[in-house]
């Protein structure tokens, strides 16, 4: 006596498990989904950003003073450097350069240190990757806002210095927090792209450095783009200061010193801020989403 046929029998694997309800084991989900799965995993974000943030100078006697520490030594640096060497402060009274010095240092080590991070997000945890089942954008989302609350940190002795040479509070200083919101969206979205890089090629990570230190002596840290390249052609400054670095700095400067008015900062200045941050946070997004189902692999 022959067993009866199978209800299944002739049905192709694709039709088989659209039958079932299954789907590919890792396969990447839709975008919508992918933000859904993302929100869904705020909690775990937020706490791993918090733990990384406690865990990087736990080594440290100073402990979590290095957060300030490290950044005011660089400024002293450069103001040694460039303030008083190179004289990079030209047509700058020494009560508006040191605040303008130790801001441009402060913001653009927020970027800086989101993209170093986001090139390690997913080689430098591979274990956690390969492990646990989540959306990997979680990883670079989280360094993103670890350095994020490490400026805020910071920000307290930006105040502080700022104040120490005449530029006291003012409703100006409420648009630093527009200004840190959209430059967090740039800084996320662009450690989302240095993640995926990251991922398939470690040895950006090597790289890197040399990138961002070429990018911060093109932005301003350390003097005036207009002042500097005032006898070079127009198009130079304006290339030098619509990059988005220069952007972000330029407009924290603006909120918090006195002295440095409207006259500083590029035309449609906060347009091209907002235009930054949309590109790189909703293009850097979907680039990292589209190769979701290969981190970890290889």
Not at 18 to 37: D, F, I, T
Not at 41 to 52: D, N
């Amino acid at each position: 006596m022959t067993a009866p046929a199978s209800p299944d029998e002739g049905l192709t694997a694709t039709e088989l498990a659209a039958k079932y309800g299954l789907s590919v084991s890792g396969a990447r989900p839709s975008l919508v989904e992918y933000v859904r799965q993302l929100w869904d995993r705020r909690h775990f974000i937020l706490a791993f950003s918090r733990a990384k943030l406690t865990a990087q100078y736990s080594q440290a006697k100073l402990g979590q003073l290095w957060q300030v520490v490290t950044p005011l030594l660089n400024a002293a640096v450069y103001f040694f450097i460039f303030g008083v060497i190179l004289e990079a402060d030209r047509g700058m009274e020494r009560e508006v350069y040191i605040p303008f010095l130790v801001t441009g240092v402060f913001v653009f080590t927020f970027t800086q240190s989101s993209v170093m991070a986001g090139v390690r997000a997913i080689s430098g945890n591979l274990g956690l990757v390969r492990a646990l089942h989540f959306p990997r954008a979680s990883l670079p989302v989280s360094f993103a806002l670890q350095q994020l609350q490490q400026l805020l940190f910071s920000m307290i002795v930006l105040f502080a210095v700022t104040v120490a040479f005449g530029s006291y509070p003012d409703l100006s200083w409420v648009l630093i927090l527009p200004a840190l919101a959209l430059q967090f969206c740039f800084n996320t979205g662009l450690a989302l792209i240095m993640a995926r890089a990251g991922a398939k090629t470690p040895d950006l990570a090597q790289l890197m450095p040399f990138v961002m230190r070429t990018w911060m002596y093109a932005s301003g840290v350390m003097y005036s783009i207009p002042i500097m390249l005032a006898d070079k052609p127009q198009w130079i400054a304006d290339v030098l200061q619509w990059n988005p670095a220069a952007i972000y700095m330029d407009l924290i400067r603006f909120a918090l010193i006195d002295d440095y008015g409207s006259e500083w900062l590029p035309d449609h200045v906060w347009a091209v801020a907002g235009g930054w941050a949309l590109l790189f946070a909703v293009g850097g997004f979907v680039y990292f989403w589209k190769a979701e189902e290969r981190y970890g692999r290889g």
